[in-house]
């Protein structure tokens, strides 16, 4: 799961560890399956096993360990396709190792469990170069959908551009369905203009001392910041010529952390009295990240105009991130503005669900997103073990439902459901920024859609 920033997300992490380790479980079913399934009127779609067989999908994930010793938890023709590279680096979200098994299980059960399909393939994209590769076999294998549980706190500009989404692009002009989590980064993310401040060079931030402030809860607590910036090209080789740095100060204004990547030829910080002498390292991207172990307390975050260049229409957003659930808070958090990509493309399903952990939009060019909110997104699992509500696992459901649609209707495409979330924002009358909570259309509602 992405950015686990509460109780209820860190739980969930432990779940998954326990849950998909293959020396202690064999056969791990999703308990609640008929449940979910009635919860989201899914009877009306009887199965159609022709039609089932035929769907394909891939589910892109960082791991699937456990599928090889525990191949009937999904049907005997899905497929495990590695990427290129061994260790690839991380997105950056936290994730256990068996996590895309979980998503392709809970999918297999919500479509029914049925032994003729879908098709699955489960296929590494841990890092840019694997995620390139395995859009590159969705594109090569004609996959009708796919699922991505997982989102990148840089790589984007918070509107569906950056290199990460053009990748995402190729799958969808191929005619792929692609399912996007929505995140887990709520209350964990601030995002604001780029103002600074002549004399100092800093930005004018909203909190106090023109910083940003963040309280940790706990001792030996590994906390992620990534700082990013609206200056991704579409080509990830692009270089930035805008440039950020960022200093953590403790609550006595000591300084705890300094990240400072010379983004650009012009960057003038290393000669500013905030920074120690010494050679800065070059970067592409406009973004600053990095892991820092905060003891309990109060610390501000300054970021630093190194360019000098930036425009009124510039935003930057921070992202902090804990595998301590419920450890911190960012007190200017927006509680909007929360969704990076690749759930905020303007042609993928973004899916969240209600729990107080889940990303909300708007993204920064005004489109609603995610674009349905799941209600219940309780999984249990067949040991007793209960995987608590988040957007990674609502994508997965989502995913399920509409394998079950399509099996039944297989001309349902991305239009139909554009048409239908138009449908029923009109009837909740949803919240500005956020999509409405998904209802599975009856079996003649959903002939309406197809037009």
Sequence with gaps: MTKLSRLNAAIASLAVLVLWNPSTHAELRVRNARELAKT??????????????????????????????????????????????????????????????MMAQVIWALAGREAQGPKFYLIEANGITNLRAAIDQVVELDVDIVLYAST???????????????????????????????????GMTFTGRVSSDPSTGALRLPGSGGMLGLTNKLTNNPVKLTLSWTDYKNEEDSQTLKDLDWELQDWTGRRVALKNLRQGPESTC??????????RENSLHPREQDEV??????????????????????????????????????????????????????N????????????????????????????????????????????SVASAIYTGILVRM??????????????????LAREQRSASGVGPEWRTPSVSELATLLW
């Design 152 to 186: 990148w706190e840089t790589g984007g500009n918070f509107d569906g551009q950056g290199f990460i989404n053009a990748e995402v692009s190729r799958a969808t002009e191929a005619g792929a369905l692609w399912i996007n989590a929505a995140g887990n980064d709520h």
């Design 40 to 101: 989201y009127g899914l009877s009306n779609y009887s199965s159609r096993p022709d039609s089932l067989a035929a769907l394909k999908v891939a589910v892109l994930d960082n791991s699937f360990e456990g599928f090889l010793q525990n191949r009937d938890s999904l049907p005997e023709s899905a497929e495990y396709l590695r990427g290129p590279l061994r260790s690839a680096p991380s997105t950056g979200n936290t994730q256990s190792s068996g996590h895309g098994l």
């Design 406 to 423: 399509m099996s039944y209707e297989p001309r349902l495409s991305k239009e139909s459901l554009d048409r239908y979330r138009q449908k």
């Design 293 to 346: 172990i905060l003891q309990e307390g109060v610390y501000h975050l300054r970021v630093l105009d190194c360019s000098g260049n930036f425009v009124p229409s510039d935003r930057v957003r921070l992202v902090v991130q804990s595998p301590k659930g419920g450890s911190l808070e960012l007190h200017e958090a927006n509680g909007a503005y929360e969704i990076n990509p690749p759930a905020d493309h303007p």
């Design 348 to 391: 993928v399903i973004t899916i969240g669900d209600l729990s107080p952990v889940s990303s909300l939009g708007p993204t920064l060019d005004g489109r609603s997103k995610p674009d349905f909110r799941l209600r219940d997104t309780r999984v249990e699992m067949s040991d007793g073990v209960t995987i608590p509500m988040g957007s």
């Design 270 to 279: 290393s000669d500013a009295p905030l920074y120690a002498r010494g050679e």
